[in-house]
């Protein structure tokens, strides 16, 4: 069976990978210390698995509206005004399928054969990924710590060709740094200047250690911002996103919508109409990961590994392994085997450092956390 070019040009997940693979030693009686995949270990805020039985007791198991139910949609236009105080048309707010949904759904719309998509390397790959199924060309710009690890004008003036869309997180996946303000507008600018889309995934914005990044809807109704319940609520089986959109693009993501994926999971909606309703639980979960961060980050330095820029928020660390002289997707598999640890290799994010970098994500408890350095720090004194 011959397979279609967009198959063979994606690339592994490399993070799914190796937790399947942490997972069938687990199944083997072995003890793993997870610090490769990003996700809370932090159940979902007790309001919200509350709305979640309500729901099903309910019979609430029908499809909605392709777009989302009206309510759901109308509380996060309340979010917006009430934490960032941008008036958002509820019209424009997009319900999905989580934000790997979102994704698909605008790339399905703004991406074809020759279009060309711009993205930060180090960074997230299903961007990349889920633009190839749109026959999409990729650019990958490559960002270090001299500018921290921020993708800038200059960058985008010293590219042969100018992108169509450019797609960026913040916070920022795996270097967990936040965007300057001053660097969002002017990259904003440069972009509309030009007629171009600018795309930032904020996935992680409820997740910062000390300065809450702002929404960059606060520089222009015209950037399309994609979030979800997935991090900061610790809701990820529950697979619900939203994208705000400008107005002209509604009716296209629409018909995608419908096509693609019918509606949004009911019961997940109905669930996260509570999500905004307990910040305790949202403060409690953002302090302990700050107190992971402020514990991983100068305990990996101490052992060796290099940590230029100190993550701002996210739950990642991305450290560099030079020192060991190792590959970094030969040091995740022997780090799994020999050590017990399990970590995600520099080639999950991009070309740019791959082979000497690897990411932390500190989601685990800070029990777990320092037995994983533990255990590190022992093997990597038999290399």
């Given at each position: 069976?011959?397979?279609?070019?967009?198959?063979?040009?994606?690339?592994?997940?490399?993070?799914?990978?190796?937790?399947?693979?942490?997972?069938?030693?687990?199944?083997?009686?072995?003890?793993?210390?997870?610090?490769?995949?990003?996700?809370?270990?932090?159940?979902?805020?007790?309001?919200?698995?509350?709305?979640?039985?309500?729901?099903?007791?309910?019979?609430?198991?029908?499809?909605?509206?392709?777009?989302?139910?009206?309510?759901?949609?109308?509380?996060?236009?309340?979010?917006?005004?009430?934490?960032?105080?941008?008036?958002?048309?509820?019209?424009?707010?997009?319900?999905?399928?989580?934000?790997?949904?979102?994704?698909?759904?605008?790339?399905?719309?703004?991406?074809?054969?020759?279009?060309?998509?711009?993205?930060?390397?180090?960074?997230?790959?299903?961007?990349?990924?889920?633009?190839?199924?749109?026959?999409?060309?990729?650019?990958?710009?490559?960002?270090?710590?001299?500018?921290?690890?921020?993708?800038?004008?200059?960058?985008?003036?010293?590219?042969?060709?100018?992108?169509?869309?450019?797609?960026?997180?913040?916070?920022?996946?795996?270097?967990?740094?936040?965007?300057?303000?001053?660097?969002?507008?002017?990259?904003?600018?440069?972009?509309?200047?030009?007629?171009?889309?600018?795309?930032?995934?904020?996935?992680?914005?409820?997740?910062?250690?000390?300065?809450?990044?702002?929404?960059?809807?606060?520089?222009?109704?015209?950037?399309?911002?994609?979030?979800?319940?997935?991090?900061?609520?610790?809701?990820?089986?529950?697979?619900?996103?939203?994208?705000?959109?400008?107005?002209?693009?509604?009716?296209?993501?629409?018909?995608?919508?419908?096509?693609?994926?019918?509606?949004?999971?009911?019961?997940?909606?109905?669930?996260?109409?509570?999500?905004?309703?307990?910040?305790?639980?949202?403060?409690?979960?953002?302090?302990?990961?700050?107190?992971?961060?402020?514990?991983?980050?100068?305990?990996?330095?101490?052992?060796?590994?290099?940590?230029?820029?100190?993550?701002?928020?996210?739950?990642?660390?991305?450290?560099?392994?030079?020192?060991?002289?190792?590959?970094?997707?030969?040091?995740?598999?022997?780090?799994?085997?020999?050590?017990?640890?399990?970590?995600?290799?520099?080639?999950?994010?991009?070309?740019?450092?791959?082979?000497?970098?690897?990411?932390?994500?500190?989601?685990?408890?800070?029990?777990?956390?320092?037995i994983g350095c533990d255990r590190l720090e022992d093997w990597l004194k038999t290399l």
């Amino acid at each position: 069976m011959k397979l279609s070019q967009r198959a063979q040009d994606i690339s592994p997940f490399y993070v799914m990978e190796l937790l399947e693979k942490s997972r069938a030693l687990e199944a083997q009686g072995e003890d793993v210390v997870h610090m490769e995949v990003g996700e809370p270990t932090f159940p979902a805020p007790s309001c919200v698995k509350d709305e979640a039985v309500r729901a099903v007791k309910d019979n609430r198991t029908f499809y909605t509206h392709s777009l989302g139910i009206p309510e759901l949609r109308a509380k996060l236009a309340q979010h917006y005004l009430n934490t960032e105080g941008v008036n958002i048309p509820p019209e424009r707010i997009i319900i999905t399928n989580g934000t790997s949904g979102a994704f698909l759904l605008l790339f399905g719309i703004l991406l074809e054969r020759g279009s060309l998509l711009a993205v930060a390397d180090p960074g997230y790959p299903c961007y990349k990924n889920i633009a190839l199924f749109m026959d999409a060309e990729i650019l990958q710009i490559p960002v270090s710590e001299d500018s921290r690890f921020e993708i800038t004008v200059e960058n985008l003036q010293h590219t042969e060709k100018l992108p169509d869309v450019l797609v960026l997180a913040n916070p920022s996946n795996p270097t967990g740094i936040i965007y300057r303000e001053e660097t969002l507008f002017s990259l904003y600018e440069y972009l509309s200047s030009r007629d171009r889309v600018f795309v930032v995934d904020e996935i992680y914005s409820g997740l910062f250690h000390n300065k809450k990044p702002r929404t960059a809807l606060s520089i222009s109704d015209n950037i399309i911002v994609i979030n979800g319940f997935s991090k900061t609520y610790a809701m990820t089986g529950f697979r619900l996103g939203w994208m705000v959109i400008p107005e002209n693009l509604i009716r296209p993501v629409q018909k995608c919508a419908q096509n693609l994926f019918i509606s949004p999971p009911s019961l997940s909606q109905y669930s996260a109409l509570s999500a905004f309703d307990n910040a305790g639980e949202i403060d409690a979960m953002r302090k302990a990961y700050k107190e992971r961060r402020d514990f991983i980050v100068p305990r990996l330095r101490n052992i060796g590994f290099s940590i230029p820029i100190y993550p701002d928020g996210a739950f990642y660390v991305y450290a560099g392994i030079e020192r060991w002289g190792i590959d970094s997707m030969d040091f995740v598999e022997r780090a799994l085997v020999e050590a017990g640890v399990a970590l995600t290799p520099g080639y999950d994010f991009g070309v740019f450092g791959a082979s000497t970098h690897i990411r932390f994500s500190y989601t685990n408890s800070m029990e777990r956390l320092k037995i994983g350095c533990d255990r590190l720090e022992d093997w990597l004194k038999t290399l």
